[in-house]
């Protein structure tokens, strides 16, 4: 949500900042990212100390502090340790601001130290702090690299203290120099202390200017208001999470799901300060676009189209809006392409795919309409149709040759299946906004993932240029497939699975496919089991719906809510990857799931709560009951919907927006609900004459 996340970072720089099996923080810095797998952000920490700075910083472990989780509280909006040298730090933060409380114990040599050049990835010599004294100030920048990508970016800071310095100094490289009042270079810091047992600081950060971040501190914090920071970081976050209103179950299952809900609101961030400015990925300033509210940055692709954005687009369409038309600004300013995976300002091209393109085609059908998407599609089109098509000196689909005239990708299979199903996305919103040429071009596309899959083995393979099947293959294979395996990826075809499933020998075999690939739903991505803590295997248990077997969808999703969801430090079952992998377990545990990208609709689980509310932002709200709901009681017996009867498996987005009432009867037994062929959600097939075989 927040351009500005002030938490701390431990000392196994760990992606996130922070290991709960540490015992041992390093600083408290100001930006991070929540799931990625590569460590990044992580910029500017700040670390209390009692006694004198003697050795620097950047090559000394000495101002390392141990703690104990005992000594630690955590909630939305708040942080709070005391560390084993009895210091305690309290943080909070606004949107672009935060504030800290350090309590030191009684001392005359109460110090903190803010260490400019302390980004997890490095940081450029483009680097440095200034101290200004008299007004109990600290300014600077610091330039850090993204993850692996190797792409840059620049972030300016102000920090502001409510004590004056009893002295002070900077650091560069391992000299410490006392008195001294700026620094510059990779490994530049600042210290200040104070003759005082509380200092209370607020810091703000732009990555436009330094301008904009004191701007933005003046906004936002501009006094040394700690608890009424706190309390309005409360109220905001209260204001996210009622959103849902969940009641009944037992009170883990409670602290589960608004954990997860929680977690699916970290990302993407807000990107532009107050005056709605941002640092284009053209490295020009650009203004927010008129109508819109924020320009939003760190936007995954692969990562968050299958629930991630799709669950935004239900709850906060304005602001999904917001983060479709981010997408659109940043394809514009970076070469007429999408960014597979957008941070800061820049693309760092991570994973494979199209996400991109079927994440702003599904938040369109979900009702998160209110961005230019004659442009998307423009730059859809780009991305899936013209080789060589950039995004920030990145070539968007580097295998799109291939793939265009071979209808595969011959160096990955689970490329092909993205392509695929982002062709299918585009097609829905080619339609959508009256362009049939589109149309029937990409629902053409989206037939091609019947060229991987190999009707001898009955799985999706890799296949080599000349048509023939990569060797060596088996059901847990990951050659050719990303984060996962031949048997994960096999049903990566949520808007056909009719096709699939024909294809396999029909429902019957299908079934017992699935049941196979369930026979451990966490295995891992070598395995020829399911793998419910990464994002390929977050559309699999819904398959069931399309194959007659909705209570093998709902045995399914009761048995990865219980089994892999705890209250444990370790209480998700992998790399939530920006919330996504959490924002499954919250639409099953309200027993519904958007399955097909760019088509306006869910399909049905089962209910995990007795009675569940969702606010919608046109006032409406979805009521959702579930009589005799218990981790015992998964199998639908009975639905209605809005009062009237019904076993259908799929609803239309807008019955749900325009105010819905599902009312289910639950039991420990599958029944016939929903088995009927004409229950099944709808599947779609590439035109005729167009089904992708070559």
Request: contains cysteine.
């Amino acid at each position: 949500m927040g351009m500005f996340q002030w938490s701390p970072d431990t000392t196994s720089n760990l992606p996130g900042g922070y290991n709960y099996d540490d015992s041992t923080i390093k600083g408290f810095s100001l930006t991070h990212f929540s799931g990625r797998g590569i460590s990044t952000y992580q910029d500017v920490p700040f670390m209390p100390y009692v006694g004198t700075v003697s050795a620097s910083p950047a090559t000394s472990t000495m101002y390392q502090a141990g703690f104990s989780h005992s000594n630690e509280s955590a909630s939305p909006g708040y942080y709070s340790v005391t560390l084993d040298s009895n210091i305690k730090v309290e943080l909070t933060a606004s949107l672009h601001t935060g504030a800290a409380r350090f309590t030191f114990p009684t001392s005359t040599n109460s110090t903190i130290m803010v260490n400019s050049g302390g980004s997890v990835s490095g940081n450029s010599s483009n680097t440095g702090i200034t101290i200004i004294p008299g007004g109990n100030e600290m300014t600077g920048h610091a330039t850090a690299i993204i993850g692996s990508a190797g792409q840059s970016y620049t972030i300016y800071f102000v920090v502001m203290f409510d004590q004056p310095f009893a002295s002070f100094g900077t650091w560069n490289g391992g000299t410490v120099n006392r008195g001294s009042t700026s620094s510059t270079g990779s490994q530049s810091g600042a210290f200040a202390t104070f003759r005082t047992t509380v200092v209370n600081a607020r810091a703000a950060i732009s990555y436009v200017s330094l301008a904009n971040a004191e701007a933005n501190l003046a906004a936002e914090n501009s006094s040394f208001n700690f608890s009424g920071t706190q309390a309005a970081c409360n109220t905001a976050w209260n204001t996210v999470l009622n959103k849902i209103q969940v009641s009944g179950g037992t009170a883990a299952q409670l602290t589960e799901f608004y954990t997860a809900l929680y977690h699916c609101f970290f990302h993407p961030n807000v990107f532009d300060d107050v005056n709605g400015q941002y640092m284009g990925m053209d490295k020009t300033v650009h203004t927010v676009t008129s109508g819109h509210t924020h320009q939003y940055d760190a936007i995954s692709g692969w990562d968050e189209y299958r629930s991630g954005l799709p669950l935004r687009a239900i709850l906060a369409p304005n602001e999904t809006s917001d983060i479709c038309q981010s997408l659109v600004n940043w394809g514009a300013q970076g070469g007429g392409g999408l960014p597979r995976w957008e941070q800061f300002n820049r693309n760092s091209n991570g994973m494979q795919g199209e996400g991109q393109s079927t994440e702003i085609a599904a938040c369109y059908a979900l009702g998160a309409t209110n961005f230019d998407t004659a442009s998307a599609l423009a730059y859809m089109y780009n991305d899936l149709a013209v080789v060589g098509t950039q995004s920030d000196g990145n070539t968007v689909q580097p295998n799109l040759s291939s793939y265009l005239s071979l209808g595969y990708d011959p160096t990955s299979a689970s490329n092909t299946l993205d392509l695929s199903t982002a062709a299918f996305a585009v097609a829905q919103f080619a339609k959508s906004l009256g362009h049939t040429a589109y149309y029937n071009k990409f629902l053409t596309a989206s037939g091609n993932w019947q060229n991987v899959f190999n009707t001898s083995s009955g799985y999706m393979q890799l296949r080599n240029s000349d048509g023939t099947w990569g060797g060596g293959w088996s059901p847990s294979t990951e050659t050719g497939f990303t984060e996962g395996s031949s048997a994960q990826y096999t049903f990566d075809v949520p808007y056909n699975y009719a096709g699939l499933f024909s294809k396999m020998g029909g429902n019957e075999t299908a079934v017992s496919r699935l049941n196979s690939l369930f026979i451990h739903n966490n295995a891992g991505p070598a395995y020829a089991f399911a793998y419910i803590g990464n994002e390929p295997d977050e559309q699999n248990p819904w398959a069931f719906d399309f194959a007659g077997d909705p209570a093998g969808t709902q045995l399914q999703c009761n048995k990865f809510e219980t089994e892999l969801w705890t209250t444990l430090p370790s209480g998700i079952p992998g790399n939530d990857d920006g919330g996504s992998i959490d924002s499954l377990y919250v639409f099953a545990a309200l027993g519904f799931y958007p399955e097909i990208p760019g088509v306006g609709g869910v399909v049905l689980g089962s209910p995990m709560f007795p009675h569940a509310v969702i606010n919608l932002e046109n006032g409406k709200t979805i009521t959702i009951t579930g009589t005799n709901a218990s981790t015992s009681n998964p199998y639908v017996q009975s639905m209605t919907l809005n009062g009237v009867s019904s076993s259908s498996l799929w609803i239309p987005i807008n019955t749900l927006l325009s105010g819905a009432t599902l009312d289910f009867t639950l039991g420990s037994s599958p029944s016939s609900w929903g088995t009927a062929p004409a229950d099944a959600p709808p599947s779609f097939p590439a035109s005729a004459g167009g089904d992708g075989t070559k």
